[in-house]
């Protein structure tokens, strides 16, 4: 998970490309949005990609304890997100076609085992808290 | 029935000119195996399937992949008309195989990743879109024949069978 985490600076963008993914494939997801402008490129997009972005950093940098780590955005999502719980695998499953595109070959099936397993392991957490 | 756009249907058609089917085909299946080593339960005659590197070098894995790759290019071939086109494999995997639809929800989004990894920066998310809508409809049209009916069938057999094997206990 590491290496493929490395590149600091453009965890933002790629985490940004990534929700630009899931709106276009995934339309259903945009109604967790309706405050956004959500045209490719957009301010809101990018800034939320950051967010979005900076939260995994940190998970990474914890991952052996994501439940502490991730306990408030984890109280978030239960009580005023209230994402359904199936739009984490359309991120999930974005997120890795983004680094599939950046990282070409270097996303290994094992790399790309792991990072699933990861993503998968933090949308758990997130939804821990809904009941 | 799904209808596909004009653009769509571009983007799928020439993302797919560029494909090598029998080493992406290959690569796909092995990746859903490593990925989610659930899906192996159906692949137990290929021999050897206990690690990455087993698993992507195995030749059954290959062939089979090929084999499945081969057939998504039909769907290509005929977007305006994927029922009539995946009627008999449909049955094949549902009344014969019994796969899980969801495994072909897996199989489609490992084939998004795999082209993602070719096309690089060329797989926009619009490119994208297009491929999901069409892994979609194709996962919508294997699962179809899992009806609600069918499965009810299943699930009485599959209870008059548990109940067939407790018989003795009492």
Known sequence: IRPGSDDIQHHGQ????????????????????????????????????????????????????????????????????????????LLSHCLIVTLACHLSKDLTPEAHASMDKFFASVATVLTSKYR | MVHFTAEEKTA???????????????????????????????????????????????????????????????????????????????ELHCDKLHVDPENFRLLGNILVICLAEHFGKEFTPEVQAAWQKLVICLTEHFGKDFTPEIQAAWQKLEADVANALAHKYL
């Open chain 2, 12 to 90: 799928i058609t020439t993302t797919w000119a560029k494909v090598n089917v029998e080493e992406t085909g290959g690569e796909a299946l092995g990746r859903l195996l490593v990925v989610y080593p659930w899906t192996q339960r159906f692949f137990d005659s290929f021999g050897n399937l206990s690690s990455a590197s087993a698993i992507l070098g195995n030749p059954k894995v290959k062939a089979h992949g090929k084999k499945v790759l081969t057939s998504f290019g039909d769907a290509v071939k005929n977007l305006d008309n994927l029922k009539a086109t995946f009627s008999k494999l449909s």
């Open chain 1, 14 to 89: 790629k985490a940004g490309e990534a929700l630009t993914r899931t709106f276009l494939s995934f339309p259903t997801t945009k109604t967790y949005f309706p405050h956004f402008d959500l045209s490719p490129g957009s301010q809101d997009v990018k800034g939320h990609g950051q967010k979005v972005a900076d939260a995994l950093s940190q998970a990474v940098a914890n991952l052996d304890d994501l439940p502490g780590t991730l306990s408030k955005l984890s109280d978030l999502h239960a009580h005023k997100l209230r994402v359904d719980p199936v739009n984490f695998k």
